[in-house]
């Protein structure tokens, strides 16, 4: 190779090493998203408990993911010596920490759910278990054509499963883990009274909206850096990020009637959505896909806190799981040639690879919080979720006036 073409190379192998790092950081930068998200909504005495779990979720999803997932999901392993990963700039290692942002993502999204009642160990373990084998599973057939599925679906209807960003692998699978979690654990004690719903209040407006900010802003990362290589970037993902943004906010400012928790969930539901076919549709196209997604949130969100009762404290299910099936399906729609799309997409092979998404998540939420119920115990004493997750767990409030 001639000097020149060798510079070229190595300029090229180090800014898409640099462009997925970035990517990386602000996807990690979304678990203070979360974090805060939760914080600002659950009652005061569970603060701390809400920034504990977002942390340490992420740690163990970190070393389950770095030994088990990651083979299980893409047949690789980082075992070789430190010479042969900094290749090409280490740009398998920076790939391995972008997706694993991703699947850190999927207890973060559970912690919303089971928030105020939930034992600390026991989920802790059951995140590693989830992040190391179920969520990997089904990632790998999806993202690296394990199994045969997305050939299979490739040669039936057209086209294989397309989800370019997490709608169902990301945010379809943590929804309905939640859902799973959020069943077995059982509404909060004081929650419903007499038949009806008692409503807890939010603690912190002003978190509840810093955690949705943040988690907006880095899901430009988390949506455009799914590229993972500069060659790969369009700005047709970004722009159907903003405009999906923007339709969620709106619609669930109007079917919210201005409540600050739809206003500030709106935008989310939007983006999660998007996130399966932002790099096929239409801006017009993501700006209905996301405008749907937020009014299913509210509807859905107010249906299963007043008729269901299923305790959803943040309303995870919704949120991630429906609006992350609606999208991965509204890709099959919006993202055909007739309605502005690029296409290269079937309805059919979507709604097949959706269904899936939700069994796995569901058949593996039963399994692993199934399982470690039986064995620990998922829920706090009826004391101590009292006495609040903060003191009971933690041994410290998130103010001194906690604190005695």
């Not at 942002?101 to 912690?111: D, E, K, Q, R, W």
């Not at 960003?165 to 379809?172: K, Q």
């Not at 009826?382 to 998130?398: M, T, V």
Request: net charge negative; proline share 2%.
């Amino acid at each position: 190779m001639d000097p020149v073409n060798s510079a070229v190379e190595t300029l090229l192998q180090g800014t898409n090493t640099l462009f997925i790092l970035l990517g990386a950081i602000m996807v990690f930068a979304m678990h203070a998203g979360f974090a805060f998200l939760e914080v600002g909504t659950v009652r005061h005495k569970n603060q701390v408990n809400a920034l504990i779990k977002i942390m340490t979720d992420f740690a163990v999803s970190c070393l389950c993911y770095f030994f088990i997932g990651y083979l299980i999901a893409y047949d690789t392993t980082f075992y070789a010596s430190a010479a042969t990963l900094a290749e090409n700039n280490g740009y398998e290692l920076i790939k391995f920490f972008f997706l694993m942002t991703f699947a850190a993502a999927i207890p973060a999204i559970v912690s919303g759910g089971i928030a105020e009642r939930a034992k600390f160990y026991p989920f802790l373990i059951a995140s590693g278990l989830i992040v190391g084998v179920v969520y990997p599973f089904f990632e790998g057939i999806i993202w690296n054509g394990n199994y045969g599925f997305q050939g299979w679906l490739e040669a039936s209807f057209g086209a294989g499963f397309h989800d370019f960003a997490g709608s169902i692998v990301v945010h379809g699978m943590g929804g309905w883990l939640a859902l799973v979690a959020v069943v077995l654990l059982g509404s909060r004690d004081g929650r419903y009274k007499n038949g009806k719903l008692n409503a807890f209040a939010p603690s912190n407006i002003p978190f509840l909206a810093l955690g949705a900010w943040i988690l907006s802003i880095g899901w430009f990362g988390f949506n455009v850096m799914s590229a993972q290589t500069v060659d790969g970037i369009s700005g047709l993902v970004a722009m159907n990020s903003l405009m999906a943004m923007v339709g969620g906010i709106l619609t669930a400012m109007w079917f919210g009637k201005n409540d600050p928790g739809f206003i500030h969930n709106g935008p989310l539901a939007g983006l999660v959505a998007v996130c399966a076919g932002s790099d096929i549709m239409h801006p017009i196209g993501s700006l209905v896909v996301g405008g749907i997604a937020g009014l299913l949130f509210v509807w859905l969100f107010t249906v299963m806190q007043n008729k269901s009762k299923v305790d959803d404290v943040l309303g995870v299910w919704p949120l991630h799981g429906v609006c992350g099936a609606w999208g991965a399906i509204a890709a099959g729609i919006f993202g055909t040639e007739a309605l502005g799309g690029l296409g290269g997409v079937s309805l059919v092979s979507q709604l097949i690879g959706t269904g899936l998404g939700i069994v796995i998540a569901i058949v593996g939420g039963v399994i692993v919080y199934g399982g470690v119920k039986q064995i620990a115990g998922l829920r706090l004493s009826q004391e101590d979720e009292y006495k609040g997750a903060d003191l009971a767990i933690h041994r410290i409030g998130s103010t001194n006036s906690d604190n005695g």
